[in-house]
């Protein structure tokens, strides 16, 4: 608690307001990380490594034979589709809370298997102020 209270703007009777904002991740290495969880009826993907805003909104998947289809979160960054897409390449897009979107075309080929996990795209570095 003491710790707050160091950085609180009026600490009173127990109430501590902090003022905080959400700044950009720019420390990420590599891209997306797209792990691929699931059987045949459904794919459950885990999205991590995300660089930006870094908290993921919205996530869609494309099969080389389809269109774009939202995904819903799951749980977490778990985002599920009940989409067809054994034998086609695989590719995502991903939206943050800011409403940036990135997208990785074709992560995973064709023979992708459950379990596997594929590196996309991240979000690029913005200059900093």
């Known amino acids: 608690m ?36 699931g059987n045949p009826y459904w794919i459950l993907v885990l999205v991590y490594n995300v660089g930006g805003a870094g908290d993921v909104a919205a996530v869609k998947i494309k099969g080389s034979a389809t269109d774009w289809v939202p995904m819903s979160r799951n749980w977490g960054q778990n985002w599920q589709t009940s989409e067809r897409l054994i034998g086609q390449s695989l590719s995502f897009q991903v939206t943050t809370s800011d409403g940036r979107m990135v997208q990785s075309d074709d992560v995973a080929p064709i023979d992708w298997k459950f379990g596997q996990t594929f590196e996309g795209k991240n979000f690029p570095r913005s200059a900093r102020k």
């Open 2 to 37: 003491p710790m707050f209270m160091d950085i609180s703007i009026d600490a009173k009777a127990g109430i501590v307001p902090v003022a905080y904002r959400r700044i950009e991740c720019s420390a990420k290495k590599g891209g997306i990380r797209f792990e691929i969880k």
